[in-house]
C-alpha cells in the first residue's frame, strides 16, 4: 500500500484549510506560519485534522511544540506579534510523554494557544509519543507532514499501545478517543484489525507500528505551503520530502505486540535525526539505529 502523492490542487486545498483552522482558532496564519519557521517549532494536535477534515470539527485550541532553546523567542513572538498573554506556565512530567517538560497557556479574546516546551531541539521528536496515529501530523512553516496519511484520510486511526499500559495515561487517552470518536474517527489497537490490513507485511507496511519510520521515508503525505511551491513546482508536490526546519528529521517507530504473533513486542522508540550537512537523500538509504546514534538526544519510551 503506497502513499500517493498529492495532486498540486490537493496541495492548494489544503493550505486554504490550513490557513482557515488557523484563523478560526484566532491566529493570523502568515504570522503563526512565520512564528514556526523561526523558532523550529510545529503545530500538531486536532488543528491538523481539523484541516484535513475541515467540515467536521473546529479545534477550540492549539497546541505548539516548541524546542526549549526558542521558549523565550517564541513566547516574544505570541506575545508581541500575535497579542497573546500568557496566563500560567508549569513544569510536567508526563510517564508516556517525557519529550515535553514544560506547558505554557495564552490566550487572547480569541485565541487559546497551548505552547509544549520540548526537551533538545528537535520540537517534531514530541509528536511520535502521541496516544494515536490520528494526531501524528506535522505542521510547519514549510508544510503540513500526515505521517499516517492512510489511515488519518480515511478516518481510521491505531492506538499508541505504549499509551494503554499505565491506568494514569489510559484514563486520560480515553477521553481524547471518546471526542474523536464522537467526531466520526475509529481506534484500533492493530493495523491487522482493519480488514484491508488484515494480510500486511508486518514491520514493512508503513503505517504498521512495527516499522521504523523517518520523516522523509516517502510515506508521509507531505503538503508543502505556498511559500515553498515554487521550489517544489519543478517535482510533484510531495515527491521531494524535506526536513521538517530544514535542519531535522526524526526517526521512530510506536511499537507493540507484532501484529498476529502472540507475545513478541517490538520497542517504541522516537530519535531526532540532525542533518549537518547531508541532505536526506544523502541518508535515506542509512541505517536507521546508526541514524538514530547520530544525535545520542530524544530517545524515549
Ligand atoms: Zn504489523
Known amino acids: 500500500m503506497e502513499t500517493a502523492a498529492p495532486a498540486l490542487h490537493e496541495v492548494e486545498t489544503m493550505e486554504r484549510n490550513i490557513r482557515k483552522a488557523l484563523a478560526d482558532c484566532g491566529l493570523e496564519p502568515s504570522t503563526m506560519l512565520n512564528a514556526l519557521g523561526e523558532t523550529h ?26 524546542p526549549e532553546v526558542e521558549e523565550k523567542h517564541m513566547l516574544e513572538i505570541l506575545c508581541d506579534r500575535m497579542d497573546l498573554t500568557l496566563d500560567k506556565r508549569v513544569d510536567v512530567h508526563y510517564p508516556r510523554h517525557l519529550a515535553i517538560t514544560k506547558i505554557l497557556w495564552l490566550s487572547s479574546e480569541s485565541a487559546a494557544v497551548n505552547l509544549m516546551i520540548v526537551k533538545g531541539d528537535n520540537a517534531a521528536i514530541a509528536v511520535f509519543q502521541f496516544h494515536s ?32 499500559l499505565d491506568a494514569y495515561t489510559a484514563k486520560r487517552n480515553a477521553k481524547c478517543f471518546e471526542k474523536y470518536e464522537d467526531r466520526g474517527f475509529t481506534f484500533k489497537t492493530k493495523l491487522g484489525d482493519y480488514d484491508r490490513y488484515a494480510n500486511h507485511e508486518c514491520g514493512q507496511n508503513p503505517n504498521c507500528p512495527a516499522t521504523v519510520r523517518t520523516l522523509h521515508d516517502g510515506h508521509s503525505s507531505f503538503y508543502p505551503l505556498t511559500l515553498h511551491i515554487e521550489e517544489e513546482r ?9 526536513a521538517f526546519d530544514g ?55
Open 41 to 66: 517549532s510545529v503545530i500538531s494536535g486536532s488543528l491538523p485534522v481539523a484541516a484535513m477534515f475541515p467540515n467536521r470539527f473546529k479545534p477550540k485550541d492549539v497546541d505548539i511544540y516548541c
Open 133 to 164: 496515529t490520528l494526531v501524528m501530523n506535522i505542521l510547519c512553516s514549510r508544510g503540513l507532514y500526515c505521517t499516517y496519511g492512510d489511515l488519518t484520510f480515511e478516518g481510521e486511526a491505531l492506538i499508541n499501545v505504549s499509551h494503554l
Open 234 to 242: 519543478g517535482v510533484e508536490p510531495a515527491t521531494k520530502y524535506t
Open 247 to 301: 535542519k531535522h528529521s526524526v526517526a521512530w517507530s510506536l511499537g507493540g505486540p507484532l501484529c498476529g504473533r502472540g507475545n513478541t513486542y517490538h520497542n517504541s522508540f522516537v530519535a531526532s535525526i540532525e542533518l549537518f550537512n547531508k541532505t536526506e537523500e544523502d541518508i535515506a538509504g542509512h541505517n536507521l539505529d546508526e541514524l538514530a546514534g547520530l544525535s545520542g538526544r530524544g530517545r524515549a519510551g
